[in-house]
């Protein structure tokens, strides 16, 4: 059996899942997400079949090499993992350092040429299972990128194509970009109609860090682990959100409030400066798509939070409170509007400003990454400064599903799952 070939043909059946939901608009249906999971356990399932056979053929390779062969070509010794990140960047800097000692872990690593390649200067490459980690923790600090739809590319993969149905109106004639059905008589002939498609296109941008360590710290490996680790991990996930909010699209993801997609609702009559009122959160709400509504959440900048606590909807000559804060321990982690949760976020615009306040459904947002953090490390940077350098390169991009606003059927007020209030200044 070929089992290469039957890969690519779970691989191309997963992809066509992927496009059937991104082109709903609305994400897989349970058979789809069931399908698509189900497929994920059988594409592993061959990938560590394959990966089995590769390395009982290069065993047998190994066996039947000629006792007087180069040494290279020998069965290489088992070597072990390192049993932490700051354990590994240690080894790094003695290996680097000149008359330093090499710690066989990582000239099995640096060898391997699975990873990106080792800098010119002699950096090494971070283990693997450690690169994973700093990016689960990137994604554990990003508020905003663990709720979006997140699409892992192949090796050999730099961007993505989807194609997706170009509709913008709920008018007849307009459904699904120009589908339409008609009510006929009995030997009337039919009128015929098709969809429209748009094509979304994904290519990977870098995002970047640098750290400098002195030889002092670099003899704490427990606190080069948490210090480096952390810190990026924290940068990278504020970085990530503020991109997925604010991007522009050039050089980085696309953020929700530069794309065609957001619906902005004007604020009320002559609405004071600088506040937000019960009018303001009913007008976002109406303008929500209605099937997002389950999955939005409202994003604010804390400096909004005082406008929410006074904010009431009146009756007769009393009225009830609209923001319903936290029940305490026992009760929900976030304070809540029409059900949602409300959540801080510090890359939401101040008071006042369009985007202080804003309610999305981020599983309408699609993010694409290249495997883990790349990251590496060399001595010679900043060498006469007894310091060593430390970078790190995350490869990804995004962009929100929907290319534009959506004209509902009936009424002019368009919806979209992402909404913004207008500035109040």
């Given at each position: 059996?070929?089992?290469?070939?039957?890969?690519?043909?779970?691989l191309d059946a997963q992809q066509t899942l992927l496009n059937a939901a991104m082109a709903s608009g609305t994400g897989f249906t349970v058979e789809q997400q069931a399908g698509f999971d189900t497929l994920q356990a059988e594409i592993v399932n061959l990938e560590n079949t394959i990966k089995a056979a590769m390395e009982l053929e290069a065993r047998q390779a190994d066996l039947n090499t000629p006792v007087n062969a180069?040494?290279?070509?020998?069965?290489?010794?088992?070597?072990?993992?390192?049993?932490?990140?700051?354990?590994?960047?240690?080894?790094?800097?003695?290996?680097?350092?000149?008359?330093?000692?090499?710690?066989?872990?990582?000239?099995?690593?640096?060898?391997?040429?699975?990873?990106?390649?080792?800098?010119?200067?002699?950096?090494?490459?971070?283990?693997?299972?450690?690169?994973?980690?700093?990016l689960k923790r990137a994604y554990e600090t990003g508020v905003l990128a663990s709720r979006c739809n997140k699409v892992p590319l192949s090796t050999n993969s730099t961007g993505l194509r989807i194609n997706a149905i170009d509709e913008s109106s709920r008018a007849n004639g307009s459904r699904w970009g120009g589908?339409?059905?008609?009510?006929?008589?009995?030997?009337?002939?039919?009128?015929?109609?098709?969809?429209?498609?748009?094509?979304?296109?994904?290519?990977?941008?870098?995002?970047?860090?640098l750290c400098y360590a002195t030889d002092e710290l670099l003899l704490d490996a427990t606190a080069l682990e948490s210090v480096i680790s952390q810190g990026f991990a924290e940068e990278f996930g504020f970085k990530m959100d503020d991109a997925i909010l604010n991007g522009t699209g050039a050089g980085m993801p696309l953020g929700l409030m530069n794309s065609k997609?957001?619906?902005?609702?004007?604020?009320?009559?002559?609405?004071?400066?600088?506040?937000?009122?019960?009018?303001?959160?009913?007008?976002?709400?109406?303008?929500?798509?209605?099937?997002?509504?389950?999955?939005?959440?409202?994003?604010?900048?804390?400096?909004?939070?005082?406008?929410?606590?006074?904010?009431?909807?009146?009756?007769?000559?009393?009225g009830i409170p609209v923001y319903m804060p936290a029940g305490g321990i026992s009760g929900s982690p976030y304070s809540t509007l029409y059900g949602r949760p409300v959540?801080?976020?510090?890359?939401?615009?101040?008071?006042?400003?369009?985007?202080?306040?804003?309610?999305?459904?981020?599983?309408?947002?699609?993010?694409?990454?290249?495997?883990?953090?790349s990251a590496a490390s060399s001595i010679h940077v900043r060498f006469l400064y007894d310091e060593?350098?430390?970078?790190?390169?995350?490869?990804?991009?995004?962009?929100?599903?929907?290319?534009?606003?959506?004209?509902?059927?009936?009424?002019?007020?368009?919806?979209?799952?992402?909404?913004?209030?207008?500035?109040?200044?």
């Open positions: 059996m070929d089992f290469k070939a039957l890969l690519k043909q779970k180069p040494l290279y070509a020998q069965p290489k010794a088992k070597v072990e993992k390192f049993g932490s990140f700051g354990e590994q960047l240690r080894a790094v800097i003695e290996a680097a350092r000149p008359g330093g000692s090499m710690d066989n872990r990582l000239s099995i690593k640096a060898a391997a040429g699975l990873n990106e390649n080792v800098g010119s200067d002699g950096g090494f490459l971070v283990d693997t299972d450690f690169s994973k980690e700093i589908i339409q059905a008609y009510w006929e008589g009995e030997a009337d002939g039919l009128i015929g109609s098709k969809p429209k498609f748009r094509q979304m296109e994904l290519n990977l941008h870098k995002l970047t860090g997609s957001l619906v902005t609702v004007p604020k009320v009559g002559s609405q004071t400066a600088g506040t937000v009122n019960v009018q303001n959160i009913v007008g976002m709400w109406s303008r929500c798509w209605g099937k997002s509504r389950q999955n939005a959440a409202w994003f604010i900048n804390q400096d909004i939070e005082p406008q929410l606590y006074t904010m009431a909807l009146s009756v007769g000559t009393g959540i801080p976020l510090e890359q939401c615009q101040t008071l006042g400003t369009t985007g202080d306040i804003i309610l999305a459904d981020l599983s309408q947002y699609l993010i694409i990454d290249k495997g883990g953090i060593n350098c430390f970078r790190f390169i995350y490869r990804v991009d995004g962009q929100p599903v929907w290319g534009s606003v959506l004209t509902p059927s009936r009424g002019s007020n368009t919806l979209s799952p992402f909404v913004a209030l207008a500035s109040r200044a």
